[in-house]
Every structure is written in C-alpha cells, then in structure tokens.
C-alpha cells in the first residue's frame, strides 16, 4: 500500500468515526487494566457483563484483594481461563499497591512486569489509558494490517513495528481502534464484508 493510499485510508476511518474507543466499559485506568486482562480469548460484551458487576463493589487494588481470589472468581467465572487469570489479577493487585502506590504505571518496562501482562495489554493501556500513540497487534489487527497490504508481518511484533513505521503521525493515536473494529465488524476472518467496505479499493485481498 503506498503513501497515499495509508492516507486516504486513515481519512475515511476519521471521517467515518472521528473519536473511537476501546468497546471496553472502564472509568479508570486500573478498572481498564483488569478489564483487558480477563479480555483474553474473551468477547468485550462477556469483560463488560463481569466487570459491572465486579467494579460495583471493588474498583481499586485493595478492594480487590480484599475479595480474596475466590471471592473474585465468583464475578469472573463466565469469563474463559477465570482461575489463571484471577491468580494473575491478585498478583497484580499486590504488586500495584508494593510498588506503585496503588496506581497503574506510565512505563512500559512497569507495566510487562505485571503478572497476566504482556506487550498487548500495555499497548492497549499506554494508548488508551494515557494516550501514547502505540499500537496494540491482536488477532483483528493482525489479519487487517496482512490482509489490506498496510503493514504485513509474520508475527504481531512484526506487524506493530511495521505500522508504527507506516502510519501517519496524525492517524498513530487512534489507530489501533480503527483496526480493531474495522477487523471485527468488516474484515472479519471467515466471511470478510467486502461488499461494504470503505477501503475495498484500497485493499490489497481479492475475495
């Protein structure tokens, strides 16, 4: 995909949806976190229905290690892995309030140091969190940035590199979003919805 064509791209994302977000329901910067850990190999609508009912009554490191692990999955066990990653999220608790004075850190060496998380959740949590142009390489965005011809890549680090490489600094902000959602609503894995796709003349995949 050539110069041009990334920011024709981008402008159509823009025009079409100037402000988007995370479909992840958070009024903090922790209530985010936990939500992006209990969101691996898990729908956004299944983190959502778990933590409105968790945040209700714990929403800060303590409170949740004042529910004890199992007193936590007793709200997370609809959601996939629900005991390693209540093992995962206490452990986090405890280290957030030991080293971090409860807070969720701005550094990304700080936050990979968090059991449960990885480049991924950082990325989600430096960009939406905090506003850092980074781009976060799930699924969604893998096969979208391979698919089109914008950024390929044989592995996620791969592909984030190439699109922090690619896209332009006026776009880099809300990127990730505008992937994402173009990969779980349009350019889906099995039935792409080319018919309807804004960027089909732009896009390098031939249905």
Known sequence: MTEEEIVTLFQRWQAANPEPTTEL???SPFELLIAVMLSAQATDVSVNKATARLFAVANTPKAILDLGEDGLKAYIRTIGLFNSKARHIIQTCELLLQHHAG?????????EALPGVGRK?????LNTAFGHPTIAVDTHIFRVANRTGLAPGKTP???EQRLLAVVPEAYRQQAHHWLILHGRY??????????????????AYRS
Do not use: S
Request: charged share 20%; aromatic share 2%; net charge positive.
């Open 103 to 111: 807070q969720v850190p701005q550094e990304r060496a700080a936050l």
């Open 186 to 203: 349009v350019c889906t894995a099995r039935k792409p919805q080319c018919a309807r796709c804004m960027i089909r003349d732009l896009c």
């Open 157 to 159: 680090l791969a592909v």
């Open 121 to 125: 959740t950082a990325n989600v949590i």
């Open 25 to 27: 329901r958070f009024n």
